[in-house]
């Protein structure tokens, strides 16, 4: 019975080739799309969870009080990590860990190169069990001057050779010796190093992090297995108040490693709204592509419905017609699973650039069978199921009488399915172009300084130490127009606090301040303008080191009234006098509220920054080489195009609209897919109608309106349907922007238009098919 109803499954297929092309091209295209989406979503999924005893790792976090609000922060004290160690006997391993890390320059037989070196305690190796090549991980961090590769960081430098007890150069000032190799880091890893050296040597660098003051790095812990870490947290809770400050709001609390890629510390989403949305849209293209499997099965339910009159005449049960049928429609699935597999590897490569990742379609993998499997079953079934119950109810007395009709009833399904279908690309259609004309806002706003024609040149210590002299002879060059420096790159100030004081200020009321270090001049190289005041002195910067300049949402928090020479104190116990108010300007991503800030002079800058003439970006940076290299001739110069630097802030959100918007264009290519074939359906079905109708005078126009009225009217309903749904769900969407544009309604009719236009095309051909026919042809039986 099994092989019997194989080969009339086949010969199905070979007997109907347009349709068996239409069918396996849509479950194919969408079983690709698909399998592409669910291998990222589990690769996210995945994270973190190689790790042995991976349940007892946890990321070190505090809670801090500033705006009468609670807030979650992963940045650390420095000395949190010792004590956490000896005063919790549930805390089994404990590091501290420079995430950022620090660009030096390796150096090793001459050659030199900018590598970023990640900084961590002995314990590291403990608490993540990273593959070790080479070394021990038990005694690999213990020496100051140690420093760990990984395998490509190795190859880069030493070749195939075992590294172990070479010694490299960083910045020309401190020996290191190799004392292990690792594996390279798994890509679903939350803990990303090519470099890492003891966190000792960071201490020894900047002993003034070393306090309970300075939150600069993050910590992670390895627990007791058995311990429970609601227990745990309470007092962990009591952290400050037991061993630090009796009077401190601050706490401590452990968050789980495994949600670290996928949650904020504080448990709000973050990589898990995207997980989430590529899941239910791998989901939707699956079901489109279902849908139209569906349809075309039901369509054509009068070709087949002999056969089925036949089988059930000589005995075949409703269960055993429901198993050929289904039996069909997932032989017609495995057959689309092979071509989805060899699209999906076509297509990896693209999707991997468009994603920034490096999956693979691992053929060993457990994992990846069980995905394929999964989509092939589930595909089979939802697509199978309805067709095989329809077909299985036909009654053999009325197919066998001539009188059988397929029913308004499946009439109606295959519209429902239809219109399910562009409600779903519609949907998808809409909230990518919102999502587009979000990020392009978010992009091209105004931030209140001007980036353009900026370039940002990383300092070292050798540069830090004649910064003066560097830009001087900078500003004496005809290509450049105006010179500063300071601490951060300007909208990416991640230094804040809450210590500050002044007159009338409510005790209860602790604001997070954000502050950027900058030199006089960096007001005119940024195009910053003044509300009020004026900025440093340039000719006498002493004059003002122990003066101010804020931002205009400071100066309301201080007062109503002008905030000119009123004094702050601050954590430090200093009191700064405000000679200026800027205009409002971006010091942190737009994606974020707009902060109060307050500029201090800087003394020891990591950037600076060369505003060039129009039109001389290569020849400016050229010179700046030249300049450069006098003053730091054993370091080669690091910079980048401000411009590009603020371009890249929107790397991630680029790839979401790349991925949302090709989705949406193989929804549209799959629902057309469908409507093609019942198009082709429908013409041939009334084939006779036409006939009649030329012969009645019928224009082409006229009948090819008569084809295309009805599939408008579901693209109508289907646009009815998906337009609050999409409004709805953008708003919620809206909420996590404190700037956003408003909702675009126009969209809607740009989408409606664009499919109606879409499918009017996709029914004209089979319209024109039919309409050019010779009615003589189709009316000559009658």
């Not at 996210?44 to 190689?50: G, P, T, V």
């Not at 309805?386 to 001539?402: E, Q, T």
């Not at 954590?571 to 800030?597: A, M, S, W």
């Amino acid at each position: 019975m099994f092989l019997n109803n194989l080969k009339i499954a086949y010969r199905n297929l070979i007997r109907n080739k347009g349709y068996s092309f239409i069918n396996i091209s849509g479950l194919a295209i969408g079983m690709a799309c698909t399998i592409l989406l669910l291998l990222w979503v589990n690769h996210e999924l995945s994270y973190d969870n190689f790790h042995k005893d991976t349940d007892t790792i946890y990321q070190v976090c505090n809670y801090q009080s500033w705006n009468g609000k609670k807030n979650a922060m992963p940045n650390l004290p420095t000395p949190l990590i010792d004590v956490l160690k000896e005063k919790y006997p549930e805390i089994e391993y404990a590091t501290h860990y420079n995430a950022w890390g620090e660009k030096l320059l390796i150096e090793y037989k001459g050659k030199k190169q900018y590598e970023n070196i990640k900084f961590a305690d002995s314990d590291f190796f403990q608490i993540f069990n990273f593959s070790l090549l080479y070394g021990n991980k038990e005694t690999c961090l213990n020496d100051i001057n140690s420093l760990v590769l990984s395998e490509k960081a190795a190859k880069r430098i030493f070749g195939n050779k075992n590294p172990i007890g070479k010694i490299v150069n960083v910045d020309n000032r401190q020996p290191l010796v190799i004392t292990a190799v690792t594996k390279d880091v798994p890509s679903n890893s939350s803990i990303q190093f090519d470099f890492l050296t003891p966190f000792e040597m960071l201490k020894k660098q900047n002993p003034y992090s070393d306090h309970w003051g300075s939150h600069n790095y993050f910590g992670y812990t390895k627990i007791a297995k058995g311990t429970d870490i609601d227990v745990l947290n309470k007092k962990l809770d009591k952290f400050y108040i037991d061993h630090v400050d009796k009077e401190s709001e601050k706490s401590v609390f452990l968050f789980p490693l495994t949600k670290r890629h996928l949650y904020y510390i504080d448990g709000r989403p973050t990589k898990i709204t995207q997980v989430k949305m590529f899941f239910m849209i791998a989901i939707f293209i699956l079901i489109i592509a279902c849908f139209n499997f569906m349809n075309l099965s039901t369509a054509r339910a009068a070709k087949r419905a002999k056969e089925i009159g036949l089988k059930k005449a000589i005995g075949a049960t409703y269960p055993q017609l429901i198993k050929q049928f289904i039996g069909e429609s997932l032989l017609i699935t495995i057959v689309a699973a092979n071509f989805a597999i060899i699209l999906s590897h076509l297509f990896l490569p693209q999707f991997n650039s468009l994603m920034s990742r490096h999956l693979i379609l691992d053929y060993s993998s457990l994992e990846f069978w069980l995905i394929i499997l999964g989509v092939t079953i589930f595909t089979g079934i939802v697509a199978g199921a309805y067709p095989a119950f329809y077909l299985s109810s036909f009654n053999p007395i009325a197919v066998l009488k001539g009188t059988f009709s397929g029913g308004k009833g499946s009439n109606r399904f295959r519209k429902i399915l239809v219109v399910t279908q562009f409600v779903l690309a519609s949907s998808l259609l809409i909230c990518t172009l919102t999502i587009v004309l979000q990020t392009r806002y978010l992009a091209n706003m105004d931030v209140g300084l001007n980036k353009d024609n900026v370039i940002s040149i990383n300092i070292n210590q050798q540069m830090r130490n004649k910064i003066e002299s560097i830009k001087s002879e900078l500003m004496s060059n005809s290509l450049v127009d105006n010179v500063s420096y300071g601490s951060h790159i300007p909208y990416r100030v991640f230094s804040n606090g809450w210590g500050e004081d002044w007159e009338g200020k409510d005790p209860e009321f602790k604001p997070l301040i954000t502050y950027p270090n900058v030199d006089a001049n960096f007001f005119d190289v940024f195009k910053i303008k003044f509300h009020s005041g004026r900025p440093f002195n340039i000719d006498n910067p002493a004059a003002d080191s122990s003066c101010v300049i804020i931002n205009e949402k400071f100066a309301e928090m201080i007062s109503d009234e002008s905030v000119i020479d009123k004094m702050i104190h601050t954590g430090n116990n200093e009191d700064l006098r405000i000679i200026g108010v800027v205009k409002d300007y971006h010091c942190t991503p737009n994606t974020r509220e707009l902060q109060p800030f307050m500029l201090r002079q800087c003394s020891d800058p990591d950037f600076l920054f060369v505003r060039y003439v129009d039109g001389n970006a290569m020849k400016t940076v050229q010179e700046i080489e030249k300049i450069c290299s006098k003053y730091n001739p054993d370091f080669p110069l690091v910079y980048n195009f401000l411009d590009d630097h603020y371009d890249n802030m929107y790397q991630n959100q680029r790839a979401t609209i790349s991925t949302l918007l090709y989705a949406s264009i193989l929804a549209i290519i799959i629902s057309c897919l469908g409507l093609f074939g019942l198009a082709s359906f429908n013409a041939e079905e009334r084939t006779k109608e036409i006939g009649v109708r030329k012969v009645l005078g019928a224009s082409m126009r006229q009948l090819i309106l008569i084809f295309s009225k009805d599939f408008s009217k579901w693209i109508l309903v289907a646009s009815l349907i998906s337009w609050p749904i999409t409004y709805f769900a953008m708003e919620e969407w809206f909420h996590s922007y404190p700037f956003r544009i408003d909702f675009p309604f126009w969209l809607f009719l740009a989408v409606f238009a664009l499919l109606l236009i879409i499918s009017t095309i996709t029914v004209a051909y089979q319209s024109l098919k039919v309409a050019t026919k010779n009615p003589v042809v189709s009316l000559k039986y009658e």
